[in-house]
């Protein structure tokens, strides 16, 4: 709850939480781009990116 919040009387922003199966769906999307990029820099880090 932040400061303003607290001061104002306000009501903190209801959570927006994610499933397990959407944080395991985007914990996968961010490792397959991880390894692309990091194929990428192996070969040199120069010249387009084909993975996208």
């Given at each position: 709850?932040?400061?303003?919040?607290?001061?104002?009387?306000?009501?903190?922003?209801?959570?927006?939480?994610?499933?397990?199966?959407?944080?395991?769906?985007?914990?996968?999307?961010?490792?397959?781009?991880?390894?692309?990029?990091?194929?990428?820099?192996?070969r040199g880090?120069?010249?387009?990116?084909?993975?996208?």
């Amino acid at each position: 709850m932040g400061l303003w919040s607290v001061l104002t009387g306000g009501k903190p922003a209801a959570p927006t939480g994610r499933t397990p199966r959407e944080q395991a769906r985007r914990a996968a999307e961010i490792h397959r781009i991880d390894a692309g990029t990091t194929a990428w820099l192996r070969r040199g880090g120069i010249g387009p990116r084909k993975d996208r």
